[in-house]
Nanobody
Framework: QVQLVESGGGLVQAGDSLRLSCAVS????????VAWFRQALGKGREFVAN????????YYADSVKGRFTISKDNAKNVLYLQMNNLKLEDSAVYYC???????????????????WGQGTQVTVSS
């Protein structure tokens, strides 16, 4: 059972930066994909970025490409999401997620992730 705990959310202004952290309860295996999703008020859960299985290759939603960076500190078992040049539309609850059974073709589908954190609020103001 993988447990995930996010932190680092807050209220920032447009153009600012913020870094989210996700503590992972156990060392992940080569089959584990870790990811960030977000959910804005009244909308569905949206893929943001992930590190796919043992490849460690990052994948990003088009809306955040070039502004957000996902990374993982394997020694500390912490997943990060560095968010730069934040926009109003980035406001959402951000969730850390993990899957040990994910395949490439379904990596953007939140229903394929079995483990979720409680979420952390990011609010971007003008």
């Amino acid at each position: 059972q993988v447990q995930l705990v996010e932190s680092g959310g807050g209220l920032v202004q447009a153009g600012d930066s913020l870094r989210l952290s996700c503590a992972v309860s156990e060392r992940t295996s080569n089959n584990t994909t870790v990811a960030w999703f977000r959910q804005a008020l009244g909308k569905g859960r949206e893929f943001v970025a992930n590190l796919f299985r043992s490849t460690g290759n990052p994948y990003y939603a088009d809306s955040v490409k070039g502004r957000f960076t996902i990374s993982k500190d394997n020694a500390k078992n912490v997943l990060y999401l560095q968010m730069n040049n934040l926009k109003l539309e980035d406001s959402a609850v951000y969730y850390c997620a993990a899957s040990t059974t994910l395949i490439y073709s379904t990596m953007y589908d939140p229903s394929r992730y079995a483990y979720w954190g409680q979420g952390t609020q990011v609010t971007v103001s003008s």
